[in-house]
């Protein structure tokens, strides 16, 4: 069985936070994770995360999904990778691959693909790498008649070196067991006195063993952040790359500012999505939609045709057809039928709205199941907690909600029940009936006369 090991002990200092550098979101989801799922992709399900610098952070995270060593003192990425020898003595009849946890965009072709290269080829190691129109900071590659004779820094390469564009991305496969064997060769004959990785390419040549490089088709897996400026960079490729994947599966987008996309989102072809827009979560949208300008779907499935005008819906149910907004906040649990019509300022909480239902504006319907072609007046409250316990509403078929009307839950209106405006009910109105519920009103005159006596 083949290994990983994820080096995810790095603070990120230029990060200004307390917190290791990939526990910082791209795209709303931690660099580690991106690293983690990539793997998963490939089927490598073997996986040993070496933490460091708010460790505890790590290990909240993961909550026991995959094991996880601890590097006390940061001493270089070969000193990260030994912490994890243990791991790899449980396993050491086929590879291991060493990633970082701050480079978000590897993927899982470019790891099963340079698996296959590193085992056709006989390699103890097998640098992943990458074509950079602007190499410059990073570590070249020297290849040779037989793989690649090392890899040169950029503050050690010559002109001529630095010209080359292939560069280290930090991840590579190993033969587990001269990995081991390796790792026991390095030293801290250096200036920063730390044990590098990229010694393992010399100490296997020098060894007689084989070192080659997997060119990834993918120029970004070389990408990761030291700096809230680099982490916004991370984004901007990740925000457009997830546009792009819509575009191309027939989404329209007139302008993309202030989109963003998250990567588990599913949305249907001809569906158009607005300026100021985010969509988070495992939310899956039909086809035929228009969602925005400035929404906020999270979780939440969408059906056919559905148009959202500055909403924010959480955990949610949409059926086709549906028109909600402007102003709108959709609360977990709710269930939107087919046809149904929600106007400005609306709060749906936890309740079922039925088909061809229409709440106007400036209503809140919470702990509530709404039949068919109900009408809600403007101003209606169905008030679902008494400061102890929520209750919910039962509101049939036909209803029509005069406006101001409040419904002290629990109650339960019958079929093409009527409201009048301002009343409150407070107990359950059967089927065909008028509730009427107001005071009688008084008149006071000249009222006003005495009480703005010399203002007017």
């Known amino acids: 069985m083949d290994n990983v090991i994820i080096l995810a002990g790095g603070q990120g200092k230029r990060m200004k936070a307390d917190m290791p ?13 991106w690293v983690i799922k990539a793997c998963e992709g490939a089927g490598l399900s073997r996986i040993c995360v070496v933490k460091g610098f708010e460790a505890a952070q790590i290990d909240a995270y993961l909550n026991g999904r995959y094991e996880t060593v601890l590097q006390e003192e ?23 691959l060493v990633l970082c946890g701050d480079a978000p965009f590897i993927d899982s072709d470019t790891i099963r693909n340079a698996l296959e290269q590193h085992v056709q080829e006989g390699n103890a190691v097998t640098v992943i790498t990458a074509l950079a129109e602007n190499p410059k900071g990073y570590g070249r590659i020297l ?5 690649i004779t090392c890899i040169v820094e950029e503050k050690d390469a010559t002109e001529e070196q ?11 496969w190993f033969r ?6 390796l790792l026991g060769g390095l030293t801290q004959n250096n200036a920063q006195g730390e044990y590098y990785l990229t010694d393992t390419i010399y100490l296997a040549l020098h060894s007689g063993k084989r070192a080659g490089a997997y060119l990834s088709e993918n120029p970004d897996v070389v990408l990761g952040a030291n700096d809230r400026k680099g982490l916004l960079m991370l984004n901007t490729v990740a925000r457009l790359a997830q546009i792009e994947k819509h575009l191309e599966n027939g989404v329209a987008f007139t302008c993309t500012d202030g989109i963003t996309i998250t990567r588990d989102v599913e949305i249907g072809a001809g569906t158009e999505i607005l300026p100021g827009t985010i969509i988070r979560g495992k939310t899956k949208i039909g086809a035929n939609c228009i969602i925005g300008p400035n929404c906020l779907i999270e979780n939440c499935e969408i059906k056919d045709g559905v148009r959202l005008n500055y909403v924010q819906a959480y955990q949610s149910v949409i059926e086709a057809g549906v028109k909600i907004g402007p102003f709108v906040h959709i609360r977990p649990n709710s269930h939107i039928m087919s046809g149904v019509k929600i106007g400005d300022f609306v709060e749906i909480k936890n309740s079922t709205i039925g088909e061809n ?3 106007a504006h400036l209503t809140y319907v919470g702990d509530s199941d709404v039949g068919k072609k109900v009408n809600f007046g403007c101003g209606t409250v169905t008030v679902n907690y008494d400061g102890i316990v929520k209750s919910r509403c039962e ?10 009307t409040n419904l002290i839950a629990p109650v339960k209106l019958g079929k093409a029940v009527y409201t009048a405006a301002g009343t409150t009910v407070t107990r359950d109105v059967p089927d065909y009936s008028l509730a009427i519920d107001r005071g009688v009103m008084q008149v006071k ?6 009480k703005l006596k010399g203002k007017l």
Do not use: W
């Not at 550098?21 to 989801?29: A, I, R, S």
């Not at 005159?445 to 005495?450: K, N, Q």
């Open 445 to 450: 005159e000249g009222y006003t006369l005495r």
């Open 357 to 359: 239902t229409a709440v």
């Open 395 to 404: 509101i049939g078929d036909n209803c029509f909600i005069g406006c101001n």
């Open 74 to 96: 940061r001493l270089g990425t070969g000193h990260a990778v030994m912490q994890a020898i243990p791991f790899m003595q449980q396993e050491q009849t086929g590879n291991t």
């Open 176 to 181: 587990t067991a001269d990995l081991i064997t």
């Open 143 to 147: 290849r040779g008649d037989n793989g």
């Open 21 to 33: 550098k990939p526990m910082f979101t791209v795209l709303e989801e931690p660099m580690l994770e």
């Open 162 to 172: 630095r010209r080359i564009r292939e560069i280290n991305s930090g991840a590579y």
